[in-house]
């Protein structure tokens, strides 16, 4: 940041009419009395658990080079996930479950000719998915909840045909869909494979962008929904944790958090969870939600703290598992059933190097996070491969190096 910004007039008066319209905002009312009681009856506390038998929770990151390098009118994406499993341990706490799991990578060549990157990019998402596309889309209940959502159906090569591929140049979207596929197929391999683990956990959230359109979809919006479908039938809790709720006034949260625990104005309250309420169920409704996909189609969505230090998550889950082993015949049972889930949750969340946040996570996103130096071998790699085969070196190019910003 060049200092003289910090110092400019014309900078401190807009930044002082910034501050006068966040001002004017804060002060809106957003939530009334009524509901105010409302929202601490449904905030409920878990216990602070240490001991767990026979317990194993798995965690996903992913991320990558987007793009690594460019080939004249071409363009190569490494896309790198990683998933790992921890078992509850009396001694140290957490044990990795050997053997540890092999990163998944994917090297993607995406030309600017269409039909050609819509070739390559299909394959991408098949070697990610672990499955062709068709099989993906057949398989998962996305279909469903698009034709509930739209009110139209589609068939799975009518949805397949219209998936969103975008341009080779468009390295944003291009990122998020490969990111996201990686992920989603890690979560995948790891919900199907043994020793099937108790939950299976994603740094994301369950939102579905495009599932009211009658025909455009996400390749990985389907794969996100074949996750639900076959963590439905073996057993395992998958769900989306992300540090980032999309709500406002989370300090009225807070705030009522700790009044409901009994605890004095400015302490910080920590172990208690709030359901969002699903419309038409719970019988009431939460104004934090207004005008926002909260929970996404298909899905419940929790408000959670696990640590005082750490910011209030939100945890999204199928709405369909929630109802086969979340739901009771009675508001109790049901509650003892969620305290559970936060309970186990909590247990792995006591580690040093991600306290108040679930380890499996962090250790898959350590692991795939890509260091500059594994960036440029990976570069280099390419190029070396890319010429055995006769391609020219001078041709290939990394782009944000060459403007300074590698």
């Not at 990111?179 to 939102?207: H, M, N, Q």
Request: hydrophobic residues 40%; aromatic residues 8%.
């Amino acid at each position: 940041m060049r200092q003289d910004l910090t110092v400019r007039a014309a900078v401190r008066g807009k930044l002082k009419d910034l501050a006068k319209e966040m001002v004017s905002w804060e002060v809106l009312p957003r939530i009334d009395d009524k509901e105010e009681e409302r929202i601490k009856r449904a905030i409920q506390p878990y216990s602070h658990t240490t001991n767990r038998e026979n317990l194993i929770i798995a965690g996903v990151d992913g991320t990558g080079d987007f793009p690594s390098l460019s080939y004249g009118d071409s363009f190569i994406y490494v896309t790198l996930a990683q998933g790992t499993r921890y078992q509850a341990d009396r001694v140290s706490g957490l044990r990795e479950v050997a053997p540890e799991l092999d990163p998944l990578i994917e090297f993607t060549w995406l030309p600017e000719d269409d039909s050609q990157a819509r070739q390559a990019l299909d394959a991408a998402f098949e070697s990610l998915a672990g499955a062709p596309v068709a099989d993906v889309i057949g398989r998962s209940d996305y279909r469903e909840l698009k034709q509930r959502g739209s009110g139209k159906k589609s068939s799975v090569a009518e949805l397949a045909d219209n998936l969103i591929r975008p341009h080779a140049t468009d390295t944003g979207n291009i990122a998020i869909q490969l990111r996201s596929s990686a992920e989603l197929g890690a979560a995948l391999r790891l919900i199907t494979d043994e020793p099937t683990p108790k939950y299976v956990l994603l740094d994301s959230t369950f939102s579905l962008p495009f599932v009211n359109r009658a025909r455009l979809s996400l390749f990985f919006e389907h794969l996100k929904r074949l996750c639900c479908v076959e963590a439905r039938k073996c057993g395992v809790g998958f769900f989306a944790l992300s540090k980032s709720h999309g709500m406002p006034a989370m300090e009225h949260v807070e705030r009522l958090s700790g009044a409901a625990m009994g605890m004095e104005e400015r302490q910080k309250a920590e172990h208690w969870f709030l359901r969002i309420p699903v419309q038409g169920r719970d019988g009431w409704e939460l104004s934090l939600i207004e005008n926002r996909h909260v929970p996404p189609a298909a899905a419940v969505s929790y408000l959670v703290r696990f640590h005082k230090n750490t910011p209030i998550m939100r945890l999204d889950m199928d709405l369909e598992y929630w109802e086969k082993f979340v739901l009771a015949d009675t508001p109790q049972k049901t509650l003892v059933n969620e305290r559970r889930i936060f309970e186990d949750l909590d247990y792995v969340s006591h580690d040093q190097r991600a306290y108040g946040y679930p380890y499996p996570i962090k250790a898959g996103h350590d692991r795939a996070s890509l260091t500059h130096a594994e960036r440029v071998a990976l570069r280099k790699m390419i190029i070396d491969a890319a010429v055995s085969e006769g391609m020219r070196p001078q041709l290939f190019r990394n782009v944000s190096q060459a403007t300074g910003h590698g």
